[in-house]
């Protein structure tokens, strides 16, 4: 393997140029920010190993499909799951009381 030149500017030291981090395919278990941008749980996203967090990541293979929700889908599925729970929400039966029942 051929030695990358170093470039030598007057005045400043010689630096080698830095190597690119290993990227890492992750799933978020759960809700965290990367890279400027929210990542929902189930998103998956590439990374510098060296960013890795068991806290909220976990790897995949490579060959895993990148998947990031959007602000409008995370609404779209939020309202969705609202709907669904009303829809089969047990509700109380309605009172058979009288008024003169309740007020003696």
Do not use: C, N
Not at 5 to 30: F, M, N, W, Y
Request: avoid cysteine.
């Amino acid at each position: 393997m051929a030695k990358t030149p170093v470039k030598e500017i007057p005045g400043k030291a010689a630096t080698a140029p830095k190597a690119k981090p290993e990227p890492l395919k992750v799933r978020a278990t759960q809700m965290g920010y990367y890279d400027h941008a929210r990542r929902r749980e189930g998103d998956v996203f590439v990374i510098e190993a060296h960013d890795f967090s068991e806290k909220w990541m976990e790897r995949v293979a490579a060959e895993t499909p990148t998947q990031v929700t959007t602000a409008q889908q995370a609404l779209r599925q939020a309202h969705a799951e609202t709907v669904t729970q009303a829809a089969h929400a047990t509700r109380a039966p309605a009172s058979t009381a009288t008024d003169r029942d309740v007020l003696g």
